[in-house]
C-alpha cells in the first residue's frame, strides 16, 4: 500500500498564474481533505471532498477550488496566485470517520 | 469554533530523558485527537488516535491521554532518542465537521 501520494513535491510559480496539485488517496479511502501549510504553522484546512462533492470548506478565497474523481483521487486548483499562498499543501485521506492520513506535500513557491 | 494550543513552542532534552507535550482544545465535544510528527519540510506522520471515549493510548515508546472534561491532551514519550527530533503536532476533529483543527506544533530537539 502506498499510502497518500502527492505529485508534484515542488513547484515554483509566478504570481498571478494557475497552479494544479494532485493527490491520490490510500487505497480504501474515500474522503480527501486538503491543508495549507505556512512555515512555522500548524495545517490549516481548507476543504473536504467525498463522493465527488466538496463537503466543507475552510476560510479560502474562491481561487482554490478542487475536484474529487471516481476514483477517490482529487486535485487542488489556486488561480490568480498571490506570494502568500507560498506554503506545503498537504492532503489527507480517510474512510469513513476513521483515523486520517496524510501524504509527503506539495511545496509551492510563488515568485 | 475549536481552537487548539500546544505549549512549549519549542522544548529542548537530552537523551534518554522522559518528556510529555501538551495539547489543549476549547471545544469539549470532540469526535477524536490526533497526535502527528512532521520532520522538516515532510508530510504528517499519524502517531496515535485517540477516540473521544478513550482515556489514552498506546504505542510504543509513546502514549497519548484525553482528559475531555478538562480539555486537554498529552504525548508521553519515554527514554527519548535523537531521532526522535520532530515537530510534534495534535489535532482534534468533530464528528460534524470531519475537518482536522491543529495546534501550531512543539518542536523537541533530542540532544545526544
Known amino acids: 500500500d502506498a499510502g497518500v501520494t502527492q505529485s508534484p513535491t515542488h513547484l515554483i510559480k509566478t504570481r498571478g498564474q494557475q497552479v494544479t496539485l494532485r493527490c491520490s488517496p490510500k487505497?480504501?479511502?474515500?474522503?480527501v481533505s486538503w491543508y495549507q501549510q505556512a512555515l512555522g504553522q500548524g495545517p490549516q484546512f481548507i476543504f473536504q471532498?467525498?463522493?465527488?462533492?466538496?463537503?466543507q470548506r475552510g476560510n479560502f478565497p474562491d481561487r482554490f477550488s478542487g475536484h474529487q474523481f471516481p476514483n477517490y483521487s482529487s486535485e487542488l486548483n489556486v488561480n490568480a496566485l498571490l506570494l502568500g499562498d507560498s506554503a506545503l499543501y498537504l492532503c489527507?485521506?480517510?474512510?469513513?470517520?476513521?483515523?486520517?492520513?496524510f501524504g509527503q506535500g506539495t511545496r509551492l513557491t510563488v515568485v | 469554533k475549536q481552537e487548539v494550543t500546544q505549549i512549549p513552542a519549542a522544548l529542548s532534552v537530552p537523551e534518554g530523558e522522559n518528556l510529555v507535550l501538551n495539547c489543549s482544545f476549547t471545544?469539549?465535544?470532540?469526535?477524536?485527537l490526533q497526535w502527528f510528527r512532521q520532520d522538516p519540510g515532510k508530510g504528517l506522520t499519524s502517531l496515535l488516535l485517540?477516540?473521544?471515549?478513550?482515556r489514552e493510548q498506546t504505542s510504543g515508546r509513546l502514549n497519548a491521554s484525553l482528559d475531555k472534561s478538562s480539555g486537554r491532551s498529552t504525548l508521553y514519550i519515554a527514554a527519548s532518542q535523537p531521532g526522535d527530533s520532530a515537530t510534534y503536532l495534535c489535532?482534534?476533529?468533530?464528528?460534524?465537521?470531519?475537518?482536522?483543527?491543529f495546534g501550531q506544533g512543539t518542536t523537541l530537539q533530542v540532544k545526544p
Open positions: 489527507a485521506s480517510r474512510l469513513g470517520q476513521r483515523e486520517a492520513f
Open positions: 487505497s480504501g479511502h474515500d474522503t
Open positions: 471532498y467525498y463522493e465527488e462533492e466538496e463537503r
Open positions: 471545544d469539549s465535544a470532540i469526535y477524536n
Open positions: 485517540i477516540q473521544s471515549s478513550q
Open positions: 489535532a482534534s476533529r468533530t464528528l460534524l465537521t470531519g475537518k482536522l483543527i
